[in-house]
């Protein structure tokens, strides 16, 4: 298992950015792809964006793409979500997640640790 605390919500004007940052302890963290999922009152969680164990592969839902960009720091054992461009819509819980397997993924099964989540609100 992993544990994972986010830091870095908080309350931004539309057109504005904010920084996620996950940190994680437990098993090793290169071994693994990292997600961030977001969930807003009344809906699902659903996919943000992943990050395989290197970094080097990303994967984007279509609503944050050209705005959001996630990152790793392995030697830190740390993952960003840098959001710009916020709109209201935005609005949610956002959930740092570690992946089963080493590769990028979007399917919310194929994370087993979550952190606690972080709110975001982003003012129209």
């Known amino acids: 298992q992993v544990q994972l605390v986010e830091s870095g919500g908080g309350t931004v004007q539309a057109g504005g950015s904010l920084r996620l940052s996950c940190a994680a302890s437990?098993?090793?963290?290169?071994?693994?792809?990292m997600g961030w999922f977001r969930q807003a009152p009344g809906k699902e969680r659903e996919f943000v964006a992943s990050?395989?164990?290197?970094?080097?592969?990303?994967l984007y839902a279509e609503s944050v793409k050209g705005r959001f960009a996630i990152s790793r720091d392995n030697a830190r054992k740390m993952v960003y979500l840098q959001m710009n461009s916020l709109k209201p819509e935005d609005t949610a819980v956002y959930y740092c997640?570690?992946?089963?397997?080493?590769?990028?993924?979007?399917?919310?099964?194929?994370?087993?640790?979550w952190g606690q989540g972080t709110q975001v609100t982003v003012s129209s």
């Open positions: 997640a570690a992946g089963r397997r080493w590769y990028s993924v979007s399917r919310l099964d194929e994370y087993d640790s």
């Open positions: 437990g098993r090793t963290f290169s071994n693994y792809a």
């Open positions: 990050a395989d164990s290197t970094g080097g592969t990303t």
